[in-house]
C-alpha cells in the first residue's frame, strides 16, 4: 500500500504572510480540485481525564477568528469540549499529498450566529437535529425514524424550525497551524505557523 509523493513542494517562499491566507488559498485549491466534501475536518478532543476521541465535521466559517463547525452541544464532543475546551483539527487532501492540522483553544459562537447558521439549512437538516439525541444509546433505528415522523407532522415544510438551545457553533481559535506537503524519500515539507508569547506570529520549519 506504500505511495510515493512528489506532486509539490512547500517551500517559505512560498507561503502566505498568514496562517489564515494560506489555509484559504489550500482550500481554495482543494475545491478546485473536486475532492468529495473538501472542508471536512478531523476534530480530536479530549475528556477532562485524557480520554481522547475523534470524529469528522464539516468547516462552515473560516476568518481571523478561527475555524467555525456546530453541532449539539450535548454530544461527547460537546461535552469533552465544555469540560476540556482546547481541541485539534486535520484536513487530509490525500489526492494534493496535503495535509493541515490546527491546534488551539474552543471558544462558543454568540446565539445569534448560531441562530443564523441553523435557519439557512435545510428543513430536513433542522429536524434531524431536533430529532437525534446525538452520541446517547438509542433502542433502534426506529426509535429515531419515529421522532422524525413526529417532528416532520408537527413542522411540515415551509414552517419554522426553531433552533434547540442545545445546539449551536464551536470556534477553535489557533495557537498552531502547520502545512505539511508530501514529497520524495518520505522528505516531507512542514511548515508552521506558531503563536509566540508576545501574541506575534512566527513560521517554523519541522523535520519530516
Known sequence: MR????????????LESTWLAQLTRW??????????????????????????SARTVLLKTLDERGLAFYTNLSSRKGCELAANPRAALVFAWVALQRQVTVEGRVE?????????????????????????????VLDSRAQLDRAYAELSERHSEGTDVPRPHWW?????????????????NRLHDRLRYRRANSGAWVIERLAP
Do not use: C, I, K
Open 27 to 52: 482550500l481554495e485549491q482543494a475545491v478546485r480540485a473536486g475532492g468529495l466534501e473538501p472542508n471536512a475536518m478531523v476534530l480530536a478532543t479530549a475528556a477532562r481525564d485524557g480520554t481522547p
Open 3 to 14: 505511495r510515493a509523493y512528489g506532486r509539490g513542494q512547500l517551500e517559505e517562499s512560498e
Open 108 to 136: 462558543a459562537l454568540g446565539g445569534e450566529e448560531s441562530d443564523a447558521y441553523f435557519a439557512s439549512r435545510p428543513h430536513g437538516a433542522r429536524l434531524a437535529a431536533l430529532a437525534s439525541p446525538q452520541s446517547q
Open 168 to 184: 449551536g457553533g464551536l470556534r477553535v481559535v489557533p495557537a498552531r497551524v502547520e502545512f505539511w506537503q508530501g514529497r520524495t
